[in-house]
């Protein structure tokens, strides 16, 4: 069943790759700087939850065809 509202498939794309890039930055931040506190811990904790989430998100109704 086809939504008629809610992101099409080509933002659906966009925010796919926005997220691995955020993944990708995220993992790359934390190689060079490490964990230097706990806050940081929690930082990369919240941003690797919101880019993951958003990234299984968006591949889930992109292989459901769950889009206008």
């Known amino acids: 069943m ?3 509202y809610g992101p099409t498939r ?3 794309w966009f925010r796919l790759w926005f997220s691995v890039a ?3 930055f ?3 931040a934390v190689a060079y700087r490490g964990f ?3 806050v940081w ?3 990369t904790f919240f941003g690797a939850l919101f880019f993951g ?3 299984i998100w968006a591949v889930r109704r992109l292989i459901r065809r769950d889009h206008p």
């Open 2 to 4: 086809s939504r008629k």
């Open 10 to 12: 080509g933002e659906l």
């Open 22 to 24: 955020g993944l990708a």
């Open 26 to 28: 995220l993992g790359f």
């Open 36 to 38: 230097p506190g706990i």
């Open 41 to 43: 811990v929690e930082i």
């Open 53 to 55: 989430g958003t990234a």
